[in-house]
Nanobody
């Protein structure tokens, strides 16, 4: 499984960015996928997670209504569309994936989006929002 993020950069408050995660080595129908972010000194935060077959999507309270996660199976790419960006959104953003283990795992992914539910990770892309 390989995941490669791109699309990060510097943007002003209120601006938008679209992150991309090119994936390979797995079938979307069998995997859960997530976007996470981390700032130095803080734990990695689950931003958005999607169940296998894309039946359910979780968004953290801090981004709900502003971020949208989507997938393009034909392009083997996962996106995170970010709008109305704020300085608090500044972080390194990571894409992650794992095979959907069982119902417990799937429920955990779409209700809490925890980083421990994912074993494959990209290297991250920096997003900086200036005030």
């Amino acid at each position: 499984v390989q995941l490669v993020e791109s699309g990060g950069g510097l943007v002003q408050t209120g601006g938008s960015l679209r992150l991309s995660c090119a994936v390979s080595g797995f079938t979307f129908d069998d995997y859960v996928i997530g976007w996470f972010r981390q700032v130095p000194g803080k734990e990695r935060e689950g931003v958005a997670c999607i169940s296998k077959r894309h039946e359910d999507t979780y968004y953290s309270r801090s981004v709900k209504g502003r971020f949208t996660m989507s997938t393009d199976i034909a392009k083997s790419t996962v996106y995170l569309e970010m709008t109305n960006l704020k300085p608090d959104d500044t972080a390194v953003y990571y894409c992650a994936a794992d095979r959907a283990h069982d119902q417990t795992h799937s429920i955990m992914v779409v209700t809490k989006c925890p980083s421990l539910a994912f074993r494959s990770w990209g290297h991250g892309t920096q997003v900086t929002v200036s005030s």
